[in-house]
């Protein structure tokens, strides 16, 4: 399966800043997944990244406070944009592998 | 009505019982499905993979019933290794995830 190394590992914000989580898969993928993942919660899908194409994103979530960029197919970053506390959650980006989907190891956020 | 919806748990048992839980969902058309495995500030890893025929990978059985719409996961001989939250994971056009059912094996 496909392996993702993601960074920031962790970070505390101030509210109104933003910050650029990076997702790096060691072999090319048509898509690529960004979830979070709340306290106690399961995992929620924000957006799907499309290389060459804009992000496609779910219902609740929209570009100006999630951009996402796509440039190649082994990369993909997302940003949490204009933080308030309510964005304190773990992020976690994702690509199909040979079998199921292979998770990056998130990035948990803590907005202050 | 949820997308997948879990027994949430916890499922306290001892080590070496067996222990079962189920996951419905609510799409009919949906084609694959897995069940993950997360440990607790980690991400999520994939157990196995759910076929339609049912399918088996060492102390763990995966069985689908697509009439009734759920999966099903089976531990036997439970570890203490295998406290975790188990993700039902159903895939449509995208990854839907349940709640999670949380095991605990304690010695």
């Known amino acids: 399966s496909a392996v993702i190394s993601q960074k920031p590992s962790r970070d505390i914000c101030q509210r109104g800043t933003s910050l650029t989580i990076q997702c790096q898969v060691d072999?090319?993928?048509?898509?690529m997944f960004w979830y979070r993942q709340q306290p106690g919660q399961s995992l929620t899908l924000i957006a799907t990244a499309n290389q060459g194409s804009e992000a496609t994103y779910e219902s609740g979530f929209v570009i100006d406070k999630f951009p996402i960029s796509r440039p190649n197919l082994t990369f993909s970053t997302l940003t949490v944009s204009n933080m308030s506390p309510e964005d304190s959650s773990i992020y976690l980006c994702?690509?199909?592998?040979?079998?199921?989907?292979?998770f990056g190891s998130g990035t948990r956020l803590t907005v202050v | 009505r949820k997308e997948v919806e879990q027994d949430p748990g916890p499922f306290n048992v001892p080590e070496g019982a067996t222990v079962a839980f189920n996951c419905t969902y609510s799409?009919?058309?949906?084609?694959?499905f897995f069940w993950y495995r997360q440990d607790c500030r980690k991400e999520p890893k994939l157990l196995m993979s759910v076929y339609s025929s049912g399918n088996e990978d060492g102390r763990f059985t995966a069985q689908l019933n697509r009439a009734s719409q759920y999966i099903s996961l089976l531990i036997r001989d439970s570890k203490l290794s295998d406290s975790a939250t188990y993700l039902c994971v159903v895939l449509d056009y995208k990854l839907s995830f349940g709640a999670g059912t949380t095991v605990t094996v304690r010695a």
């Open positions: 994702s690509a199909p592998g040979e079998i199921g989907y292979t």
């Open positions: 799409n009919s058309a949906s084609q694959s």
């Open positions: 072999s090319q993928v048509t898509m």
